[in-house]
């Protein structure tokens, strides 16, 4: 059984929650990567992306919880789409 741990980001925008299969991004920029795994003290968050020319190479890395932010947008799209989904 899989839980995910929800986190509260301290130096991000107020109350900001992030959850296992959230996109993020590093605050200074890059990729945009879904996170994988929150450590139980909410230190550590391992994310991954696609790099390469193709795009073809799965990375991984740790980073602290302050350094991400959410993609917004990604999750507004997807909220819109569930919607979309129930009206039909």
Known sequence: MKKDVELIMKNSKP?????????VQL???GPKMTIQFI????DSIKCQ???GEKFDKL?????SPDSLKEMAE???KELNL???DLLY
């Not at 109350?15 to 996109?23: A, P, S, V, Y």
């Not at 450590?39 to 909410?42: E, L």
Request: no cysteine; glycine share 14%.
């Open 59 to 63: 990375e991984a890395g740790y980073f």
């Open 15 to 23: 109350n900001q929650k992030l959850e296992i299969g959230d996109i």
């Open 82 to 84: 569930k919607k979309e």
């Open 74 to 76: 990604d999750k507004e």
């Open 49 to 51: 992306w696609f790099a």
């Open 27 to 29: 605050k200074s920029g």
């Open 39 to 42: 450590d139980k003290r909410g």
